[in-house]
């Protein structure tokens, strides 16, 4: 029986709490004017900051050797070869916004695996013997077979500054720099 009282009597105390604290509610003053208006205003666009990715790719292109007059096999070139690969790479960049102009730099450094061969007679011929003959007369050309012209390239670097106008999102911008690769020949 003490439970079924102790349990009424704290059901009553709630609600007399409960009923207090809505009785205090009613005493606040009631707004009688709208809130004021303030319109919202669109964040305006910033192009500034550093950045950092990675980039990937695939490179393709011809190469052609020539220009040697003393070569051996007659001919003036390989004739075109094709060359290619693939290659990835990190770029980086930073960019300052000042009203709508928008300056900045980026360079990006790519590791490639561009390559391509010839076995055109005028790779082949160009071992010669330098030995004279017996009589003192030059040496009787000689070819190699199996050789050929190779042409690779194992990177790629670039440097670029930017110059540009910004409206909002839409950014109109003109780039300019160097690249640098190193191209081999064997």
Known sequence: ???????????????????????????????????AYYPA???????????????????????????????????????NFHVNGGMAGVTAGVSGQWGAWVVGAEGDFDWQGLKGTSNS?????????????TIGAPAPVTTAAGLSCKTASTWLGTFRGRF???????????????????VQTD
């Open 164 to 182: 540009g106008y910004a409206w909002d999102r839409v950014l109109l911008f003109g780039t300019a720099g160097i690249a640098g690769a190193n």
């Open 41 to 79: 205003v669109a964040p305006i666009y910033d192009w500034g900051g550093a950045y950092i990715g990675i980039n990937g790719g695939y490179a393709f292109g011809q190469s052609q050797w020539g220009s040697d007059a003393l070569n051996p096999s007659g001919l003036t070139s390989t004739g």
């Open 121 to 133: 007679p005028y790779c082949t011929s160009l071992i010669t013997s330098t030995v004279p003959n």
């Open 1 to 35: 029986m003490q439970r079924i009282v102790i349990a009424a009597i704290s059901s009553i105390v709630a609600v007399l709490i409960f009923a207090a604290s809505r009785a205090v509610a009613a005493d606040l003053p009631v707004r009688t004017e709208a809130p």
